[in-house]
């Protein structure tokens, strides 16, 4: 059965407690020895994490089967063999599976079911997500930062329909600090001549989600950080009797954080929960999208190694922690942990998820193969980061056009109007002729909003020197490889931005802070003390990325309808897609005033 928030609050408002389960009796891997010999147990962890709505190996963008360079193939159906495999080598009995989130967001599917057919609607679908998961059988879910993109009227609807609890301790109501979701699972695993397992499995989600999803959660939720959370709850599962503490934390190992100084808690902090907090056996680690088969890390208070996994997104990778334990007098100890993965190329889409999901795929597809208008020449992303390309000026004179009607007739009318968008796909293509839905959703990939902000000239040419650190110091007589240019200091593609309204160059053989030049509008040196509206995304306004001033400039005006869908109704409105429309160039990459292209 779902379960039930009210009763899990009133019992957590007066215990703490969280959801605690007891595993049938069966046959455990247990290996009771003969007379002087100890007692041991077996048993393996399961994991995925950053799901993002992939249940088949589909790519909706591309209307075909996903593929990429290295071969990978994702897809809760693949997983779905992997696990089967898992559980049949090891007793099912012998095994928990976990995820540690960013589940309901990330693809056509989420939104379609998030937007176009809601689960919240009266009488609405079962989110496929939860309908995949638990035919899977997963016993707990971390909370991801992305669970949170459409509201928490979604989150907890989604939360109903799922058979296992959403774990968040540092998830907790912004007036009485108390968790609004479980902190923990804690399940009995039963083992003849010795005592219970007891295995907790503690939910960390990400502090960002304060800056990201501001607009949604701001007084109503708070983000603390994962190493003082789990500093409060793991001693208390100890004491609980817990034999075996796993931690299921959507948070990278890096220990870095994308959102600089904005918060006072580390984005990336799955390494530093290791390292501070003692009694942690094993972390799931979530977010950051990278594959790490096995991470050690050795706990600063009791010397003891932790042992941290990432499997790869999408669900292409599936992490195993193989437990060891030994019973001495009287007690479980953990002997070892070892983690590797299993690839979802190894295997075929398990034919029960995919029947039971069909008809949901189907209308998925048949929903981004719309047509909504026509193109005259193809459109790409393939040069964007580093060339001024029409395809980036559709997302800003979209977001442009949006924003004027919008402040028409206020106060803020007579102001001119600036965008931001970044190149958020190397492979995002509208082609000539037909253009669908799929085609716009491949460019904007995101579920973003818009918001519109005021600043001024000399803090607009500040935003510009920050994103132009994105590429790479180059001399002037250096040779260029695009392919090295840009990601400087690891910057992802999607924080650096096209500002339009201006125009500009970005000399690259200046150290960073020190590289735009030319700044005008309209042919006219920027003027710092000139006010502008900006349009920009909801992330990047709530201080995603961390780009100065925007997200402590004035707002003047957002809305909850996605750019995404701004942009298909543009298209839809104009019929034909032409780039006289809408492109121009605005900025050139220059090496001491000569244009590198």
């Known amino acids: 059965m779902p379960l039930n928030r009210r009763r899990f609050l009133e019992r957590s408002a007066a215990t703490g407690a969280g959801v605690a389960v007891a595993g049938a009796v069966a046959a455990p891997a247990a290996h009771a020895g003969g007379k002087g010999r100890p007692v041991r147990y077996s048993f393996t962890v399961m994991g995925t994490t950053d799901l993002h709505g992939n249940i088949f190996n589909w790519d909706y963008f591309k209307d075909g089967e996903y593929a990429d360079a290295q071969g990978n193939a994702k897809g ?44 919240t609607a009266e009488g609405g679908p079962v989110h496929p997500m939860a309908q995949a998961m638990n035919a899977i059988g997963y016993d707990a879910v971390a909370l991801g930062n992305h669970e949170f993109n459409y509201g928490i009227e979604t989150l907890r609807k989604f939360e109903e329909q799922c058979d296992f609890p959403l774990l968040g301790a540092n998830a907790v109501d912004a007036k009485t600090l108390r968790p609004a979701f479980p902190p923990y699972f804690m399940k009995r695993f039963p083992v003849p001549g010795g005592p219970p397992v007891k295995v907790a499995v503690l939910g960390l989600t990400n502090p960002g989600i304060a800056i990201w999803d501001k607009a949604l ?131 075929a889409d398990d034919p029960r998820i995919s029947r039971m999901l069909d008809d949901e795929h189907t209308k998925v597809v048949e929903y981004v193969n719309q047509v909504v208008g026509s193109a005259t020449q193809t459109l790409t992303t393939v040069d964007a980061r580093y060339k001024d390309a029409p395809i980036i000026d559709l997302i800003n004179k979209v977001q442009e056009d949006v924003v004027t009607a919008a402040l028409a007739g206020t106060e803020y009318a007579a102001l001119p109007v600036l965008s931001q968008a970044s190149p958020f796909s190397r492979t995002s293509q509208i082609p000539a002729g037909e253009v669908t839905i799929r085609d716009l959703s491949g460019l904007y990939v995101y579920d ?13 040419r500040a935003y510009l020197e920050y994103s132009a650190e994105y590429f790479v110091r180059t001399a002037p007589d250096a040779v260029v490889d695009v392919e ?23 000399d690259i053989a200046q150290p960073a802070g020190s590289r735009i030049r030319n700044l005008a509008r309209g042919g006219v040196a920027l003027d710092d003390a000139a006010r502008f509206v900006f349009a920009v995304n909801n992330y990047r306004a709530n201080g995603g990325g961390a780009f100065p001033h925007v ?21 839809t409105a104009k019929g034909v897609l032409d780039p006289q429309d809408f492109a121009s160039v605005d900025w050139r990459l220059t090496r001491d005033g000569t244009p590198v292209f």
């Open 76 to 119: 809760l159906a693949r997983i779905a063999t992997l696990v089967a495999q898992v559980r049949k080598e090891k007793g099912r009995r012998n095994t928990l599976l976990l995820d540690a989130g960013d589940t309901i967001q990330g693809t056509p599917l989420t939104y379609y079911y998030a937007k176009v057919d809601p689960i």
């Open 551 to 571: 997200a402590s400039a004035q707002e003047v005006w957002s809305e909850s309808t996605e750019i995404r869908t701004r942009i298909a109704e543009w298209v």
């Open 448 to 460: 973003n909003t818009l918001v519109a902000k005021v600043m001024t000239g000399a803090q607009v």
């Open 484 to 506: 090295k240019l840009t990601n400087a200091g690891n910057r992802p593609d999607y924080n650096y931005d096209y500002v339009s309204g201006l125009s500009y160059d970005i």
């Open 217 to 347: 959660v701001q007084g109503k939720l708070a983000f603390p950080g994962l190493e003082e959370q789990a500093a409060k709850w793991v001693p208390k599962l100890r004491s609980m009797g817990a034999d075996v503490v796993v931690v299921s934390a959507h948070s990278g190992s890096s220990g870095t954080s994308s959102y600089g100084d904005q918060l006072p808690y580390v984005e990336n902090a799955a390494a530093n929960v290791a390292r501070l907090v003692p009694g942690i056996d094993a972390i799931l680690v979530g977010h950051a999208h990278v594959e790490i088969p096995e991470l050690l890390v050795t706990n600063e208070a009791t010397g003891r190694t932790v042992v941290l996994s990432e499997p790869l997104c999408y669900a292409e990778r599936l992490t195993l922690f193989d437990f060891e334990l030994v019973l001495e007098r009287g007690r479980w100890r953990v002997e070892s942990v070892k983690a590797s993965l299993r690839n979802s190329n190894t295997v």
